[in-house]
């Protein structure tokens, strides 16, 4: 049973847009939100996180939303870089046990 | 620190020999997880331990997978036989202890069965 629910599967912007990638998880048990983000022929790496007690998380160009009566959480990418070009998952985890992956963006920012 | 180490980064072998990846987690770390990423699935979690003990292997795919955590410093992932669905990038993470404490990722190893 897929707990975590990604989308858009790829997306492609101008330099300079706003990404827009959405996750929605079913486990209201779940209180940790990470992002990761992954190159070519590298392992995932974490980007950013949120905890449900707040709706909104920025670090730099990158920022969460979180609605926890929705059961939502998008990563917003501000002024987007080609070098911003990454496949990106959600994931939630309840109570330091393991993460629950979504299945990914594929992102392409175009110069 | 030199992050997870894992070995070897690629391996291609031929159906029904045995594999054995690698890992070397982050020194100080208690938490280890392995990990089967493919364009099908996703990434998928296959095991995971915590102070040397196994969690939860309920991803391993079948009795052809085995893992080992012998030590602190040191994991194995084993496939035997392997078979061509195996190919996949294989990644190990791992975690210090603490609510939400953040997984590291190996660079992976690209196994290619054919």
Redo the contacts between chains.
């Keep these: 049973q897929q707990q975590v629910k990604q989308s858009p599967q790829s997306l492609i912007v101008q330099k300079g847009g706003i990404p827009i990638i959405n996750c929605a998880y079913e486990n209201t048990a779940f209180?940790?939100f990470?992002w990761?983000q992954q190159f070519p022929?590298?392992?995932?790496?974490?980007l950013i996180?949120i905890?449900p007690d707040v709706s909104e998380k920025k670090e730099g160009r990158f920022t969460i939303s979180f609605n926890k009566s929705a059961k939502q959480f998008s990563l917003h990418i501000m002024d987007s870089q080609p070098g911003d070009s990454a496949t990106y998952?959600c994931a939630a985890?309840r109570?330091?046990r393991?993460?629950?992956?979504?299945?990914?963006t594929q992102l392409t920012v175009l110069p | 620190d030199a992050g997870?180490i894992q070995s070897p980064r690629h391996e291609v072998t031929e159906m029904g020999q045995e594999v054995t990846l690698r890992c070397k987690p982050i020194s100080g770390h208690n938490s280890l997880?392995w990990y089967r990423q493919t364009m099908m699935r996703?990434?998928e979690?296959l095991i995971?331990f915590n102070n040397n003990v196994p969690i939860?292997d309920s991803g391993m795919p079948e009795d052809r997978f085995s893992a080992k955590m012998p030590n602190a410093s040191f994991s194995t992932l084993k496939i035997q036989p392997s078979e061509p669905r195996d190919s996949a990038v294989y990644?190990c993470?791992s975690r210090a202890?603490?609510?939400?404490?953040?997984?590291?990722?190996?660079?992976?190893t690209r196994l290619l069965v054919l």
Excluded: C, H
């Design positions: 209180d940790y990470p990761y022929g590298k392992g995932p790496a974490l996180a905890r998952f985890a109570s330091a393991q993460l629950t992956f979504g299945s990914g | 997870v997880f996703g990434l979690l995971y939860d990644f993470a202890s603490g609510v939400g404490e953040t997984q590291y990722f190996g660079p992976g």
